[in-house]
């Protein structure tokens, strides 16, 4: 492969909408791609690759783990990804790791948090006090904050407010499934 075809070559993830909005049209814009992104790779790869894409999956394409991937680091390069802390449930002190504390106030909210404007959010309050104030307090909480993606992109809105270890984790799991599908096809070491 040259260096100019190296440069140029990519696994490309097509969903099935056309930068106009047209539906279905998936095959079309793997064709236009395919040409350049994949013109080194022997034709059964290709055809692999092919049946790996999002748009076979009809209305359901961008809910596909391997476009969702695509979409992120897209964002990722373009854009600043923003996460967002979420109470993933009723946050509350595990009764088996729990000891001497007495709860005067609990108030959960949701915010969010940037990185690169400051380092912390508040997102919760609790008021506890000793309920014995000769022994030590410990404190364990069960269901506690998430993290989670809050990104307003209108192209990857079924990731807003899911876990982001949820959806990384489905996104190695596809990309799994599309490197066992292509095996064959890699050299090997």
Request: charged residues 25%; aromatic residues 8%.
């Amino acid at each position: 492969m040259t260096e100019a075809e190296a440069e140029h070559s990519g696994f490309p993830i097509i969903g099935d909408v056309d930068r106009n909005g047209f539906t279905g049209r998936g095959p079309d814009l793997f064709a236009s791609v395919a040409g350049q992104k994949l013109a080194t790779v022997v034709p059964e790869a290709r055809a692999a690759i092919e049946r790996l894409q999002p748009f076979y999956e009809g209305p359901a394409w961008a809910f596909n783990p391997l476009w969702i991937l695509n979409a992120l680091a897209r964002i990722d390069r373009h854009r600043f990804l923003h996460l967002a802390a979420i109470q993933s449930g009723s946050l509350r002190l595990d009764p088996a790791q729990t000891r001497n504390v007495k709860v005067e106030q609990l108030d959960v909210f949701t915010g969010t948090f940037f990185p690169e404007i400051e380092d912390r959010a508040e997102l919760a309050t609790i008021t506890v006090h000793r309920a014995n104030p000769q022994e030590k307090m410990k404190m364990r909480f069960l269901d506690a904050l998430a993290i989670a993606f809050d990104t307003q992109d209108t192209e990857i809105p079924e990731v807003h407010g899911w876990d982001v270890g949820d959806v990384l984790s489905s996104c190695v799991t596809h990309t799994s499934i599309a490197l066992d599908k292509l095996e064959r096809y890699l050299p090997t070491p």
